[in-house]
């Protein structure tokens, strides 16, 4: 059973930069993608980033590009997400998610999802 858990979320004022990190358990994740995903109240879900578990090649929305970056630990089965320049606009509850295979941005084709972390960024 694939069990995923985020944290580093919270309040920040604009301009400023928080680290996300989802840790990723239950099997190994050679073959697999994870990303990243916001949700802001009366949103849908959107894509924000994901990377290639096994190649660590990465993918962003536009945007993001730029300010935010993807990366992996293999050693730690961890996954993060460095955000700088935030702004009001990126308020939403973050969520890690694993898909098998490549990187997407569709939120259907991501198996397991994580709980989600708070980001609240303030003018």
């Known amino acids: 059973q694939v069990q995923l858990a985020e944290s580093g979320g919270g309040l920040v004022q604009a301009g400023g930069s928080l680290r996300l990190s989802c840790a990723a358990s239950?099997?190994?994740?050679?073959?697999?993608?994870m990303g990243w995903f916001r949700q802001a109240p009366g949103k849908e879900r959107e894509f924000v980033a994901a990377?290639?578990?096994?190649?660590?090649?990465?993918y962003y929305t536009e945007f993001v590009k730029g300010r935010f970056t993807i990366s992996r630990d293999n050693t730690k089965n961890t996954v993060y997400l460095q955000m700088n320049s935030l702004k009001p606009e990126d308020t939403a509850n973050y969520y890690c998610a694993v898909r098998r295979g490549d990187i997407g941005t569709n939120v259907g084709w991501y198996a397991y999802w994580g709980q989600g972390t708070q980001v609240t960024v303030s003018t």
């Open positions: 239950g099997r190994p994740f050679s073959g697999y993608s």
């Open positions: 990377i290639n578990w096994s190649r660590g090649t990465t």
